[in-house]
């Protein structure tokens, strides 16, 4: 098989190969949008319908009411799993909207670190993991 190298495609314009790791990293990402968007969704109900589920720490810098919480959970939550679902529908906008969402909900995950240390941390490496993924390069550099 003919390999064309002059980076030229079969009617004379320039082309970029598509990267099919590039490919592969998005539909992580957005897998692991919704799993996110799923847990936070989860995360917020339990907070807003029993305050007593959650442990909370005296004297704790970020003191902000568990219902509040709960309520920036959910929301978060239902906008990172809409991102998600948009990036497996191929909607360009997602991505930036992606990574922002989960850059929102990797904050509100390091504030939330008191009440659920654990969660947070594992939600916290799955946000970073889908900032990166959102982030890679797209396509591979003309040959």
Known sequence: M???????????TSWE????????????????????????????IAAIARDDVFVATPNF???????GWGWVHLILGVLVAAAGMALFRGAAWARAVGVVLAG????AHFVWLPYQP?????LIVIDGFV??????PRRESPA
Do not use: D, K, Q
């Open 17 to 44: 190969a598509r990267s099919p790791w590039a490919a592969s990293w998005t539909v992580a990402a957005a897998f692991l949008m919704v799993f996110g968007g799923i847990m936070a969704i989860f995360e917020g």
């Open 61 to 67: 810098t970020y003191a902000f009411s568990l219902t």
């Open 131 to 136: 900032i990166w993924a959102l982030c890679a």
């Open 2 to 12: 003919a390999s064309n190298v002059s980076g030229r495609g079969h009617h004379g």
């Open 118 to 122: 654990v969660w947070s941390i594992v």
């Open 104 to 107: 929102l909900s990797m904050i």
